[in-house]
């Protein structure tokens, strides 16, 4: 009988998404808590059926992880996110999950802000990240926040609950010659060295993150205007400029070596602006393993391609560039995830210092 009002409460909520679906926001929303009801019912409809297992048994299959999986579903349809963004929730859910059933607790509604204190001090004590944590403490308030929405629990005992305070490390940076220097490194002429030369250009000429840069389609620039347009997180597109050697650089790889690499791999990613050696779409993993191979050849210390990025954006501040502009230009929703380069624009401070304090030529 359960099971039965369970279904038929979920199909009164479709009726319901269905008159008002021109609401698309609501609709969504109420289709998630459809699926909410839906798998609810069919583990009822199981349960009921079975002769075997005790209540809390039925009570602590029904929570944790079914209500992370309907979440996620609701991350997915509402708000768009990344594939890689879902896998971290996911990881992040699956880990605290599994934590809190080793103690028993298997049900959402035995969650409480003593046992979210609990599981972060059992973090720390791993040895995770102060960074990590504060992404796994996001996540949980997140879910059952979402979980309040859908009046799955009462209350959210994660709301207020602390996180560890995030240390901020200035970003590492590459001097104007050392990144020049550091992009002419791919020197041969063969497909992959005209690939890698505009792979870097492209990295510090335009500021992009690995991931955008492997997911650029040949489409996405255009060496006339000396633009690229690039999706960021959160599938947000901004047009970025291209520095002159970028543009040269992709000219060449275009005209002389992106066909090679294409018909290796049968014209398997015709759109991919970037390919690799099989002539499928270029990975964030290559790109590393490139840089970090073209470096040791060197003999310089190995950094990540995002080092690129760090110095795209404190050189421009160096030369006087405005603050906002280089924002929209990076893709950072929030002006203070910028700021951060404010602190190693060293060279444009003492230059504003030089040319505005009164005493600045006696020191």
Request: charged residues 25%; positive net charge.
């Amino acid at each position: 009988m359960r099971a039965g009002r369970l279904l038929a409460e979920g199909d009164a909520w479709t009726a319901k998404v269905e008159r008002l679906a021109t609401h698309r926001h609501w609709a969504c929303t109420q289709r998630i808590r459809v699926a909410y009801l839906l798998t609810r019912s069919g583990r009822e409809t199981t349960r009921m059926l079975s002769s075997e297992g005790s209540r809390a048994e039925m009570d602590s299959s029904e929570s944790i992880a079914a209500t992370s999986a309907a979440f996620l579903s609701a991350l997915e349809a509402e708000r768009d996110v990344s594939p890689h963004t879902l896998a971290a929730y996911r990881r992040d859910l699956d880990t605290f999950d599994a934590w809190a059933g080793r103690g028993g607790v298997a049900g959402l509604g035995a969650v409480d802000r003593k046992l979210l204190r609990r599981y972060v001090s059992y973090l720390a004590q791993l040895g995770y990240a102060r960074r990590s944590i504060a992404r796994k403490v996001s996540a949980l308030r997140s879910l059952l926040g979402w979980a309040v929405l859908t009046d799955a629990i009462s209350a959210n005992p994660a709301e207020g609950l602390g996180a560890p305070k995030l240390d901020r490390p200035l970003p590492k940076v590459l001097k104007a010659a050392e990144a020049a220097r550091l992009c002419e490194l791919p020197a041969g002429d063969d497909p992959v060295g005209l690939r890698d030369r505009a792979l870097l250009e492209l990295l510090y000429g335009s500021g992009l993150r690995v991931a955008e840069v492997c997911a650029l389609d040949l489409g996405d620039i255009d060496l006339a205007a000396a633009t690229v347009r690039v999706t960021g997180k959160g599938r947000k597109q901004r047009q970025v400029p291209m520095s002159e050697p970028a543009v040269a650089a992709l000219g060449v790889y275009l005209q002389d070596a992106r066909t090679p690499l294409l018909e290796r791999g049968g014209g398997r990613a015709p759109e991919a602006l970037f390919l690799n050696l099989r002539g499928a779409r270029l990975g964030p993993r290559t790109v590393r393993a490139t840089l970090a191979r073209l470096l040791r050849a060197e003999g310089s210390p190995v950094v990540s391609p995002h080092v690129l990025r760090h110095s795209f954006a404190t050189h421009l501040l160096d030369g006087g560039a405005d603050l906002r502009a280089v924002q929209e230009m990076l893709g950072h929703s929030s002006l203070a995830t910028t700021q951060i380069y404010t602190h190693v624009s060293t060279e444009r401070l003492r230059t504003v210092y030089n040319q505005t304090h009164p005493r600045a030529g006696r020191i």
